[in-house]
């Protein structure tokens, strides 16, 4: 009898432990790369972003994430007609700023007008279990003093919340690094040191997937399970690929994503 009570006992305290473990609803969404209007000439751009909003539209997917470069030039008509066609979706959208945005180097005329124009520059939310984190990352690529002090702060703190049985998907412009996780630092990647420090907190804190753009080619890297993720733009690519934006499928146990071209361009 005691044999049997013991099994039952054990029985129940895994399916206690399997019932709260954090395991997340599968889920969908789609990353979009440079929208960048104007960079591939407006009317193309505003076009094939619109052509991008219609094909989301048609996808079972939940949100979509946009990965900084909204507008070629920072000004009130540029974001204008990039909020107008985005309203254009039929799920929520989450944006962030790249160099097109705040300047490469940002400063205080810059940010506050992006704030003002397109909300907060960094900031983050749960999805079905996940954690969305939404940096500025060029608040990482240049040191401008206090704003960048102040979103390292922010950063360290929003990702040291993520318990460690949750995953985390953090969203920035820049790559962090292109093709050698030694690479020198150029226009299109992060100070090594920089680098090291922002990979290692995230291996550190589950992150499974960092999503970038700015080069307007593929890069895909990994680093120690971190997928670095840079897609096609919606704009202009230099990699000779179609124009596009990937979508991506969240499960229990991986990761996923795929290229979808814009089908009318």
């Not at 704009?235 to 124009?243: A, G, I, L, T, V």
Request: glycine content about 6%; aromatic content about 12%; proline content about 4%.
């Amino acid at each position: 009898m005691k044999k049997y009570l013991h099994r039952i006992l054990l029985a129940l305290l895994i399916l206690v432990l399997v019932s709260c473990s954090r395991t997340p609803d599968p889920f969908s969404f789609v990353q979009i790369c440079d929208p960048q209007l104007g960079m591939g000439g407006y009317e193309h751009d505003t076009a094939t972003l619109k052509q991008a909003v219609r094909q989301i539209n048609e996808l079972d997917v939940d949100f979509a994430i946009f990965c900084g470069d909204l507008v070629n030039h920072a000004n009130d008509s540029s974001y204008a007609d990039f909020k107008r066609i985005i309203t254009g979706l039929s799920i929520p959208y989450y944006y962030v700023p790249g160099n097109h945005d705040v300047g490469m180097i940002p400063n205080d005329t810059t940010l506050a007008f992006y704030r003002s124009k397109m909300g907060e520059d960094y900031f983050s939310f749960y999805h079905k279990g996940v954690a969305f984190i939404f940096t500025n990352s060029q608040l990482w690529k240049a040191d401008i003093g206090e704003e960048s002090r102040k979103h390292d702060t922010w950063f360290v703190e929003t990702i040291e919340s993520v318990k460690s049985d949750e995953r985390a998907i953090v969203s920035g412009h820049f790559p962090i690094y292109l093709k050698e996780l030694d690479e020198m630092e150029s226009y299109s990647n992060f100070p090594p040191e920089k680098r090291m420090d922002l990979l290692e907190l995230m291996r550190k804190k589950n992150v499974v997937a960092y999503l970038s753009g700015h080069k307007h080619e593929v890069i895909i890297n990994d680093y120690h399970g971190i997928q670095l993720v840079s897609g096609e733009s919606t704009s202009k690519n230099f990699d000779k690929r179609p124009m596009g934006f990937r979508k991506w499928d969240v499960n229990a146990d991986t990761l996923i994503h795929s290229f979808i071209a814009i089908y009318s361009y």
